[in-house]
């Protein structure tokens, strides 16, 4: 079984930035695509961004140019979110796939005021 744990959500202005990171505890991360997900209440989970074991990375339309998604090592990815706006206020989640299970983090709050 794997924990993540993401961390860096918080209250920003917009325009403003934050850096999230993901840490997981074993050393999963380079052999296996890392998604970043946000969810707002009463909604469906959003892919946001993701990093392949390549380092290939992709993005959703409403963040490119905003978000830059990299991993630091097997056990740590961050997303790194610029030019913030009110609309990007949601919980963000962590998620990692290997070929035993899928797994996920408890969220980190990202709100942005306006």
């Known amino acids: 079984q794997v924990q993540l744990v993401e961390s860096g959500g918080g209250l920003v202005q917009a325009g403003g930035s934050l850096r999230l990171s993901c840490a997981a505890s074993?050393?999963?991360?380079?052999?296996?695509?890392v998604d970043w997900y946000r969810q707002l209440p009463g909604k469906q989970r959003e892919l946001v961004a993701l990093?392949?074991?390549?380092?290939?990375t992709d993005y959703a339309d409403s963040v490119k140019g905003r978000f830059t998604i990299s991993r630091e090592n097997a056990r740590t990815v961050h997303l790194l979110m610029n030019r913030l706006k009110p609309e990007d206020t949601a919980a963000y989640y962590c998620?990692?796939?290997?070929?035993?299970?899928?797994?996920w983090g408890q969220g980190t709050q990202v709100t942005v005021s306006s």
């Open positions: 998620h990692c796939r290997d070929y035993l299970s899928d797994y």
């Open positions: 990093i392949t074991s390549s380092g290939s």
């Open positions: 074993r050393s999963i991360f380079s052999a296996n695509t």
